[in-house]
């Protein structure tokens, strides 16, 4: 029930229906309808015409007058085309079976004014018939030629009838009993034709309507101002929606196209007004432009307006009409993908891509000021590039997301502390650059300095008070820059020149830097090419116990074997390769055939025992998460007893992170590797710090032994032996060059040895030789 009501207040109110009015069935309907009323039509005419060849034909027979049987041979003849025309019509071939019909009658009506012209009043009458026919059936062009053919048939019969006139022989009861059914049959046509006229005049209001309420419902449906302009008059129709996108009631709105224009935003009218001129004036095909307009609480919003102009037939345009859709949300989402390619998501500086693009248009004005001989015009520049010191260990030590917070920190105070038109950006990770806007180096050197200076300041996040330094790189315009990726490289380049020479600096860039920058690259490239040549060997170096003089192990120490240079020595790629990463495959390398090695020599020598060998361990090493795991398959695959493997770090990778030094250290003890402190001495630890690490052996730096005197370096050789020994550690001499070093040594009570007194780092199977020989010292 609660749907009839709802079906019933619907056709009610009137509103449209698209299912009933609208759809391909009911155009189909209309179809069979038109196709039921034809047939019904030929139903009625086809006895009416036989009919009235039979009366012809009993006239002829009566009164014997030869005309009579003419008259029933056309009528008999038409009657025969309607049948066919009947049979036609239901096999579908409508207009076919019209065209037979109405031409046939037209025909029917010729012959019938040579034969009887004295009809003439009834026989014109006949042809529009024909029209009446046709008219609820046909359209356009068949149309006119039939309404054309009946008006030179009316004619050709006129003419016949004054030419041809003869007077009837037949009874004058007869030819009046004739002439009334005639011309009834005849006012029936007109009626017949006005009924028709009514019919098609009824179906095209209906179909207007029908357009009309689906205009009305897409208007509806739609989220787009409708607008009508008529350029005769100038007035403009706006659509209910349109009216309310500007906020606006119905009645507030006329039709003045300064409803329009008047809430343009003043910066888009001009452009609006000139793409609307090429439009109407026929160089654009249609008119599509964005604009603002402003709504009834007085803000902009973004539009898109298309239009099509209609012309009359000289082409000048008469009419445009079109829509008008709100797209602010995605011109918001457009501008927030744009700020995004830009800017960085963490901290919201401008990214790298947007720092060189402004660097980019510098250069640009640069060269065209430089071209133009107005030298003295170019703005001149100063490129900054900054990378924090310690982030790293504040990211491991308290975690990611505190490093991001600090990052934010960071970058909320450069930007404080620069000029509004300086731009910093953030290129990644914790490196950030400045360009400055300024032609004097000292101004760039001070602005660098100063932010060095504001950094040292204590960040407070999230309760903690962090400390942190940077390193400044800087570079100044010299004219000579194309691309704004190369001031960004010289000043990278700096920076990394100030690390070198100790942190919390700025370093300033020199043309001979990007030469030794390209060189440093160029190792780089062969590093990488080397490891997948496998270019690296182990060389063996041989430590003596200083009690029996024997060897009891060796240290390995990569070389590479250039296929250009010969063998280069890791003092001048070890850098390089810890800089690039490389680092940590190379010693992986060196382990792997280490371990390998000590365990053939073993095997070949059992008797000579102990036997150890000693691996370098960088930093980067050090806080390789899977050092662990690693190390423990390579001992596996070389069948090596963890005890057989001492690992040396520096005492300055030991300092730089020692939380995280101490605990992975201990996992390496608990697998039963020894492990020593390497370069003891150069660096700012202390014995009670270092006792504090799971390590059994120090090894002093060859610089001590090499100025070992009495009353200089001895002692202090003499103090860190004696406290080792104290401590539970064992002592490793490096660089033993001489006998008198031997002895003062072993007079300290030293326990291990290294150097060349007993040999250089030996190739693979010259230490195998060294070791079979039970060398002694």
């Not at 800087?474 to 004219?479: E, F, I, K, W």
Request: net charge negative; hydrophobic share 45%.
């Amino acid at each position: 029930m609660k749907e009839t009501g709802k079906t019933s207040g619907a056709a009610g109110s009137g509103e449209f229906d698209p299912e009933s009015r609208a759809s391909p069935q009911s155009a189909e309907g209309r179809e069979r309808h038109e196709t039921g009323r034809l047939l019904q039509f030929l139903d009625w005419v086809v006895p009416l015409v036989l009919a009235f060849t039979l009366l012809t034909a009993v006239a002829t027979f009566i009164f014997g007058e030869a005309r009579t049987i003419m008259a029933a041979l056309i009528l008999f003849g038409y009657g025969v085309m309607l049948v066919i025309g009947r049979r036609m019509v239901r096999s579908g071939d409508r207009e076919g079976a019209i065209s037979i019909i109405c031409f046939g009658l037209l025909g029917a009506a010729v012959a019938m004014s040579f034969v009887y012209p004295d009809w003439i009043p009834v026989l014109v009458i006949t042809p529009l018939l024909a029209v009446a026919v046709a008219l609820p059936y046909v359209t356009g062009r068949f149309l006119r030629r039939l309404i054309l053919v009946t008006w030179v048939v009316s004619v050709v019969m006129v003419a016949v009838s004054r030419l041809t006139f003869r007077p009837s022989e037949l009874p004058g009861w007869f030819m009046d009993v004739f002439t009334i059914s005639a011309v009834a049959a005849a006012m029936a046509t007109v009626l017949l034709l006005l009924w028709q006229f009514s019919s098609r005049l009824n179906e095209t209001l209906r179909q207007t309507q029908a357009a009309e309420e689906r205009y009305a419902l897409a208007e509806r449906g739609v989220n787009d101002g409708l607008w009508d302009w008529d350029l005769v008059s100038d007035r403009i129709y706006y659509s209910p929606r349109w009216k309310a996108m500007v906020g606006a009631a119905s009645e507030e709105v006329g039709a003045s196209p300064e409803e329009w224009f008047s809430r343009v935003h003043p910066a888009d009218g001009k452009p609006l007004e000139r793409e609307i001129e090429l439009h109407l004036s026929g160089e654009s095909r249609h008119l599509e432009v964005e604009y603002r307009l402003r709504d009834g609480d007085g803000f902009y919003r973004w539009m898109l307006c298309r239009g099509l102009a209609v012309r009359n037939g000289s082409g000048r345009a008469v009419r445009m009409a079109g829509s008008q859709t709100d797209i602010t949300r995605r011109k918001e989402a457009e501008e927030k993908l744009r700020h995004d390619a830009l800017h960085d998501s963490l901290t919201g500086l401008p990214n790298r891509e947007m720092f060189l693009s402004q660097l980019g248009e510098i250069l640009l004005e640069s060269r065209r000021l430089r071209e133009a001989g107005r030298e003295a015009e170019r703005p001149g520049f100063a490129v900054l590039f900054v990378d924090l010191d310690n982030f790293k260990a504040i990211n491991d030590s308290l975690g990611h997301e505190m490093g991001d917070k600090l990052l934010v920190s960071v970058a909320e105070r450069l930007r404080s502390s620069l000029r509004p038109r300086d731009l910093v950006a953030r290129l990644g990770g914790d490196e950030f650059t400045i360009l400055i806007h300024t032609r004097n180096a000292g101004e760039a050197e001070f602005v660098a300095r100063r932010l060095l200076g504001d950094l040292k300041h204590p960040f407070n996040v999230e309760g903690y008070e962090l400390f942190t330094t940077a390193t400044v790189g800087l570079v100044l315009d010299n004219g000579e820059y194309e691309k704004p990726e190369e001031p960004l490289r010289d000043a990278d380049t700096a920076m990394y020149r100030a690390k070198e020479q100790g942190r919390s600096g700025v370093g300033v860039f020199e043309s001979t830097m990007h030469s030794r920058a390209v060189a440093l690259f160029r190792l780089e490239t062969e590093l990488r090419r080397a490891m997948e040549r496998e270019e690296f060997v182990v060389f063996y170096q041989p430590i003596v116990s200083l009690k029996s003089g024997r060897i009891v192990g060796f240290e390995a120490l990569v070389r590479w074997e250039h296929p250009e240079r010969g063998l280069v020595s890791p003092t001048e790629f070890i850098p390089v390769a810890e800089d690039s990463g490389l680092v940590v495959n190379i010693e992986f390398f060196v382990m792997r055939e280490a371990c390998y090695q000590i365990s053939l020599w073993q095997r070949e020598f059992p008797d000579h025992k102990p036997l150890s060998v000693n691996v370098n361990l960088s930093r980067n090493q050090l806080a390789r998460p899977d050092l662990i795991e690693e190390t423990r398959r390579l001992l596996r695959e070389a069948s090596l007893s963890p005890s057989s493997l001492r690992l040396e770090i520096t005492e300055s990778v030991l300092m730089q992170n020692p939380d995280l030094a101490a605990i992975t250290l201990a996992r390496l003890r608990d697998m039963g590797i020894q492990l020593h402190i390497d370069d003891f001495g150069t660096g700012y630890s202390s014995l009670s710090a270092l006792h504090s690490f799971p390590v059994d052996s120090l090894k002093v730096d060859r610089s001590f032994i090499s100025r070992m005197s009495p009353g200089d370096e001895s002692e202090i050789v003499q103090t860190i032996v004696t406290l080792s020994h104290n401590l539970g550690l064992d002592v490793v001499a490096e660089g033993i060059e001489t006998p008198e070093q031997l002895a003062r040594l072993r007079s300290m009570g030293c326990d291990f040895g290294q150097g060349y007194l007993f040999a250089k780092p030996l190739e693979r199977s010259a230490a195998r030789d060294l070791l079979a020989s039970d060398a002694r010292w």
